[in-house]
Nanobody
Framework: VQLQASGGGLVQAGGSLRLSCAASGRTSSNYAIGWFRQAPGKEREFVAGLSWDSGSTYYADSVKGRFTISKANSKDVYLQMNSLKPEDTAVYYC????????????????WGQGTQVTVSS
């Protein structure tokens, strides 16, 4: 499975961005897509996850009510980010796992390259 994240950029606080995760290669129906982010000097952290079969979604407390993960089509996933804050500044990564989306980095088998999101105050 190959993953490619895109859609990052520079936005003012309070603004919005939509990230895309394009998946290609062999995928099964029972898999999950997760979004993670990593700020300079910090560990990579879980942001949101989507279980492909059930459609269930999961969010970190820090983004609940502001971010929405959803299916874009048969393989791709969006992360809609609203009411962005300077603390959301990070490199955002999408990843794929089997089953329900884990909330830990180790739970994912495949990773895409990151896309930079910068939120100015």
């Amino acid at each position: 499975v190959q993953l490619q994240a895109s859609g990052g950029g520079l936005v003012q606080a309070g603004g919005s961005l939509r990230l895309s995760c394009a998946a290609s290669g062999r995928t099964s129906s029972n898999y999950a897509i997760g979004w993670f982010r990593q700020a300079p000097g910090k560990e990579r952290e879980f942001v949101a996850g989507l279980s492909w079969d059930s459609g269930s979604t999961y969010y970190a407390d820090s983004v609940k009510g502001r971010f929405t993960i959803s299916k874009a089509n048969s393989k791709d996933v969006y992360l809609q980010m609203n009411s962005l804050k300077p603390e959301d500044t990070a490199v955002y990564y999408c990843a794929a796992a089997r089953g329900d989306p884990p909330m830990t980095v180790k739970g994912y088998d495949y990773w895409g390259q990151g896309t930079q999101v910068t939120v100015s105050s």
